[in-house]
């Protein structure tokens, strides 16, 4: 038999947070120890789309809402992957898939709950990392795909989240607000998803409109790797459990890891050069590929 002792209460993010000893009863020593916080109830039972959901960020913003008791809906183009995300995770319930074209908005999705309380936009289509090659269809292509398709998901699923008083979470990059090199078209597409979500993030708060939209801000994350770039990369998991945090608690922005995208970007704005200088230093050119 097991019984739990409450052994500290502390205020953090979430709103009260209580932690919890597992100890079998006795007098045996405490051997597991487990954090429950108490404001996961937040999102029990609330309905969210998490899109490219199948790998990475997404998947595991999928596992931590299953883990909350969310209803999680899961979308990317490969069904096979989107199921394996499923059955992973099938003693927690609550994920379903479908495989979904962001770009037609959730009118193509007969899966789609009625109503919604989150929606987290996370996909993102696949670019280059190098010089600009001069290819204005591959730009447009990938506007169609990482913001057009966000525009699209969100008119469609803005009546919705209307009347549940819902969020909207835009999964962005530090390469959507200040200048990187060798991401000229997936920077685009991120800096135009700042200017988009925050006007209308102001539309709707003139208008009284109980929606929220939190734009996360992402450093270099371990989904991806990469020897040019000189900065360690935080791990995916705790980075969607900051995503999922900054949606419930209806933040404006979130920055992951926090110290090191907030600095730079107070930087950003008072020595734009500096950082600019800094940004290069950061990067090793030497290993960038040769084409
Ligand atoms: N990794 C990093 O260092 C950083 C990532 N970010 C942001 O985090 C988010 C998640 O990134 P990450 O987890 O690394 O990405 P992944 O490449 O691991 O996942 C991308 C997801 O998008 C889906 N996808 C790809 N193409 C399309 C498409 N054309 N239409 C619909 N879905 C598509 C993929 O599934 P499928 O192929 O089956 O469709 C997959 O589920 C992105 O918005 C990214 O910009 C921000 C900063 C840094
Ligand atoms: C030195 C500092 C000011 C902070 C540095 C942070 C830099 C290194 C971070 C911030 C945003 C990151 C890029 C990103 O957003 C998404 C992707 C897509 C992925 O498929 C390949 C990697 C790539 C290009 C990341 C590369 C590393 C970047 C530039």
């Known amino acids: 038999m097991w019984k739990r002792i409450r052994t500290q209460v502390s205020l953090n993010r979430w709103g009260w947070g209580v932690q919890f000893q597992a100890q079998p009863e006795g007098p045996q020593e405490p051997i597991a120890l487990c954090i429950c916080n108490a404001n996961h109830l937040m999102l029990k039972g609330k309905r969210v789309i998490v899109t490219g959901a199948s790998t990475g960020i997404g998947e595991q913003m999928a596992y931590h809402l299953a883990q909350m008791g969310a209803h999680v809906l899961v979308t990317a183009r490969t069904e096979a992957k989107l199921q394996k995300v499923r059955t992973k995770h099938t003693h927690t319930g609550h994920i379903c898939c479908v495989s979904l074209c962001p770009a037609n908005g959730l009118q193509s999705c007969p899966a789609a709950p009625r109503g919604l309380d989150m929606l987290i936009l996370n996909h993102v289509g696949n670019s280059y990392f190098n010089y600009f090659d001069g290819d204005v269809g591959h730009v447009q292509k990938l506007l169609k795909i990482n913001f057009l398709s966000y525009v699209a998901m969100t008119v469609s699923a803005l009546p919705r989240l209307k009347d549940s008083g819902g969020s909207i979470v835009v999964v962005s990059s530090m390469a959507g607000k200040a200048g990187f090199p060798f991401t000229a078209?997936?920077?685009?597409?991120?800096?135009?998803?700042?200017?988009?979500?925050?006007?209308?993030?102001?539309?709707?708060?003139?208008?009284?409109?109980?929606?929220?939209?939190?734009?996360?801000?992402?450093?270099?994350?371990?989904?991806?790797?990469?020897?040019?770039?000189?900065?360690?990369?935080?791990?995916?998991?705790?980075?969607?459990?900051?995503?999922?945090?900054?949606?419930?608690?209806?933040?404006?922005?979130?920055?992951?890891?926090?110290?090191a995208t907030k600095i730079p970007l107070l930087i950003r704005d008072w020595a734009p050069e500096l950082l600019d200088y800094l940004i290069r230093r950061s990067y090793n050119v030497e290993n960038l590929k040769k084409n």
């Open 185 to 259: 078209p997936y920077s685009a597409t991120k800096f135009a998803l700042d200017g988009f979500f925050s006007s209308l993030r102001q539309e709707l708060i003139i208008q009284k409109v109980d929606v929220s939209i939190t734009l996360c801000v992402l450093g270099f994350i371990d989904t991806a790797a990469s020897d040019v770039v000189l900065v360690s990369p935080a791990p995916k998991e705790e980075c969607a459990l900051e995503i999922i945090k900054g949606g419930a608690l209806r933040q404006r922005e979130i920055y992951y890891k926090y110290a």
